[in-house]
């Protein structure tokens, strides 16, 4: 059965792969994101040039910043308005520590301006809520049960140096999202998904990226350093074989268990927390 999927972080990543999976599942997609650059991208040249030409009228999009409230008002509305309403609730984007010149430059917490901690959260953690609240009143009335699919990370257990503000904001999503789960059933399902290494770097508009000084320097930047032209690409073959199921993750590994637990899961699931992650955090690893 065809669903209403309104898509946050949906300009490039997970979240623009997630959109163009579902579309050509028959879906229709109202795709957000806080970077006008990848999303203008993404929905007037990429979508078009991969999707049938019937398939055009299924997606709709508007730029929007989770941390800001009238925005994330108003492109619920216009989801609501474009599409009469909204099944399915993907909490997509993220601001990584990794975008933190001090994380990259390895400098201790308590030397990090709390702002940047702050920023982390107000994107991941408070605009999940944020997006969420907005949504409920719709899928509310979803045949069959709305549904609300958060994206955690294995970093919400596993960590790195310096990444407290992103293990803290992913961690905090699955607490949020249990509770979610009691207290909006049965009328809304609650899931999160959380994806370990998953190889996205090719999608995403290349020409849209700021020149390495740019990235390097800018603590609010909204891109990756990294860019490549196909999945994989660059990558050590130790890399592959470190994960049990022989290779690092696609960002259609992920869409498949979106939309696995938004058509066909069944209805009898809310409150887990899902790890898709090739087995990586199961392989017992010591300095050899």
Not at 10 to 23: F, Q
Not at 106 to 128: A, K, W, Y
Not at 238 to 265: C, N, Q, T, Y
């Amino acid at each position: 059965m065809s669903k209403i999927f309104f898509i946050t972080g949906a300009g490039s990543g997970i979240g623009r792969v997630a959109a163009r999976y579902l579309l050509q599942k028959g879906h229709r997609v109202f795709l957000t994101d806080y970077n006008s650059a990848f999303l203008d991208d993404t929905c007037t040249k990429h979508l078009p040039s991969v999707l049938t030409p019937e398939l055009h009228a299924n997606f709709k999009w508007s730029l929007m910043d989770t941390s800001n409230q009238s925005q994330v008002t108003e492109a619920v509305a216009k989801c609501a308005e474009e599409f009469g309403s909204i099944d399915v609730l993907i909490n997509i984007q993220y601001v990584d520590s990794y975008q933190s010149q001090y994380m990259r430059a390895g400098i201790r917490m308590d030397e990090v301006p709390i702002s940047d901690f702050e920023h982390v959260l107000q994107v991941n953690l408070i605009g999940t809520y944020r997006v969420s609240q907005q949504a409920i009143p719709h899928l509310v009335k979803a045949p069959g049960g709305g549904v609300i699919i958060n994206l955690s990370s294995c970093r919400s257990t596993q960590q790195s140096k310096h990444g407290e503000a992103y293990a803290a904001s992913k961690a905090g999503i699955e607490g949020l999202s249990m509770a979610m789960a009691v207290s909006l059933g049965p009328e809304i399902r609650v899931h999160v998904i959380s994806p370990g290494m998953v190889d996205v770097r090719s999608e995403r508009d290349e020409s849209a990226l700021p020149d390495v000084k740019t990235i390097r320097e800018d603590l609010n930047r909204d891109f990756q350093s990294e860019y490549a032209p196909e999945w994989g690409y660059g990558k050590s073959c130790a890399m592959h074989e470190a994960h049990p199921v022989g290779r690092i993750g696609k960002g259609e590994d992920i869409a498949r268990w979106i939309e696995f637990l938004s058509v066909s899961e069944g209805g009898f699931t809310t409150g887990g927390t899902y790890l898709v992650d090739g087995g990586y955090s199961k392989v017992l690893s010591y300095p050899s």
